[in-house]
Nanobody, 127 residues
């Protein structure tokens, strides 16, 4: 049974930082592209960023470029989202997701491409 468990969310003031973690189990972690998405109330789930299987490549949504960084430690089956210079508009539930891309090296950004999802962790940024 595949499980993705996010942690690290909370309340932070604008300009602050948070680091989210996602621990994966029940899958061969290194064979999955790992992504982060977020969903604010009343809005569509939005792509935040993703990291390749090796960790050598990343891609980010325009709204977080230069502020957020994704990393992974394959030995620990964990992916991280470092969020700096947080803004009130970053307030959302953040989800970790896993995408099996076979032998392709592509990093996909569509939520329907991802096979497994975590339960989400709330991030609230106060102004």
């Amino acid at each position: 049974q595949v499980q993705l468990v996010e942690s690290g969310g909370g309340l932070v003031q604008a300009g602050g930082s948070l680091r989210l973690s996602c621990a994966a189990s029940g899958l061969t972690f290194i064979t999955y592209v790992m992504g982060w998405f977020r969903q604010a109330p009343g809005k569509e789930r939005e792509f935040v960023g993703a990291i390749s299987r090796s960790g050598g490549d990343t891609t980010y949504g325009d709204s977080v470029k230069g502020r957020f960084t994704i990393s992974r430690v394959n030995a620990n089956n964990t992916v991280y989202l470092q969020m700096n210079n947080l803004k009130p508009e970053d307030t959302a539930v953040y989800y970790c997701a896993a995408d099996w891309t076979g032998y392709s090296t592509i990093i996909r950004v569509g939520r329907r491409d991802y096979d497994y999802w975590g339960q989400g962790t709330q991030v609230t940024v106060s102004s």
